[in-house]
């Protein structure tokens, strides 16, 4: 992989990224009220790619009822759907929080991608991303970055569950850059203690890089047969939506540019945290519509 990193700066090819995933309206709820959000991981992941300058190709679901969604600006219009994700998200003390899935969007086809090759980052939110599509999108990757996030979700009765079958192992093994906060990790390997599921992660992922994030606590890189704890002390935040995705676009970015994975992790620490000292105190996205609010209400 770092062949082909050095080669693609090299070429003068960074300006252009494609991302693919679905994108979603939030309903976020905490002790300070019910508001509603355009989401999504394509979205939170754009974000620090555009900051840079970076031209974006976006593959998602077009549902027109969201059209004002900030993310369908970089979208490549292929495929459609009158149905798009809806998620309710309820956060409780010290940064926990439940998902809920209210309504589901569709699956991506697999002619819904990039015809020429590109840095590829996959980022669903719900299943949409199957593993027939990532082993074509393989074919058209000079690197294949991923969240797993998405593909570990199950829904039961609304209620988001992480629940990995070998679907998801099919799936993250054809990624080479992976993130995965800790709650996913532990649900991966079925292991609770961080030593455990270190090991586990590096027999199941020998050839891919692997970090594990854990708020606003220690980092977990599994690099080239070893693990490494990077230190990190942070601080807590009452809304932590898109956190992991922002992280994601860091990564790729500072990855793509250092070539050094240490440094870019560090790097990338940084900027979501600033990110979201920002998202705090101004509306990190577009205001949604009240039509859009409306519906959305008449899910919960």
């Given amino acids: 992989m770092r062949k082909y990193v050095r080669e693609w700066v090299k070429q003068g090819l960074t300006e252009e990224i494609c991302i693919y995933g679905n994108p979603t ?6 002790d300070r009220g019910i508001r509603w959000s355009y989401g999504g991981g394509v979205y939170y ?6 900051a840079r300058g970076f031209k974006l190709k976006v593959y998602s679901t077009v549902s027109h009822p969201i059209i004002n969604h900030p993310v369908y600006k970089h979208v490549i219009p292929l495929q459609y759907s009158t149905r798009y994700n809806v998620f309710h998200i309820r956060y409780y003390g010290k940064g926990s929080r439940t998902l809920a899935l209210l309504q589901e969007a569709p699956p991506l086809y697999n002619w819904n991608m990039s015809e020429d ?3 590829s980052i996959v980022n669903p939110v719900y299943r949409e991303i199957l593993p027939s599509f990532l082993k074509q999108l393989s074919n058209r990757s000079t690197i294949l970055v991923g969240d797993i996030q998405g593909f570990l979700r ?3 009765n609304h209620s988001i569950l992480l629940s990995p079958d070998k679907q ?20 991966l390997t079925g292991e609770e203690n961080t030593k455990n599921l270190s090991l586990k992660l590096q027999s199941v992922l020998k050839d891919q890089i692997v970090i594990v994030t854990n708020g606003p606590f220690n980092i977990l890189l599994i690099y080239a047969g070893n693990i490494e704890e990077i230190h990190h002390v942070g601080e807590s935040y009452p809304d932590t939506t898109g956190a992991g995705d922002f992280f994601l676009g860091s990564l790729t970015y500072y990855y793509l540019v250092t070539n050094d994975i ?27 519509e009240n039509t859009v609010q409306s519906s959305a209400k008449d899910m919960l």
């Fill in 262 to 288: 240490v440094e870019s992790i560090f790097k990338s620490i940084v900027a979501t945290e600033k990110w979201l000292v920002k998202k705090g105190f101004i509306a990190a996205n577009h205001l949604v």
């Fill in 117 to 119: 090759l590109c840095v």
């Fill in 154 to 156: 199950l829904r039961k």
């Fill in 25 to 30: 309206l939030d309903i976020i709820e905490d």
């Fill in 168 to 187: 998801v192992f099919e799936s993250v093994k054809m990624l080479q850059l992976i993130h995965m906060d800790v709650e996913e990790a532990r649900a």
């Fill in 45 to 50: 992941t754009s974000l620090p790619l555009i």
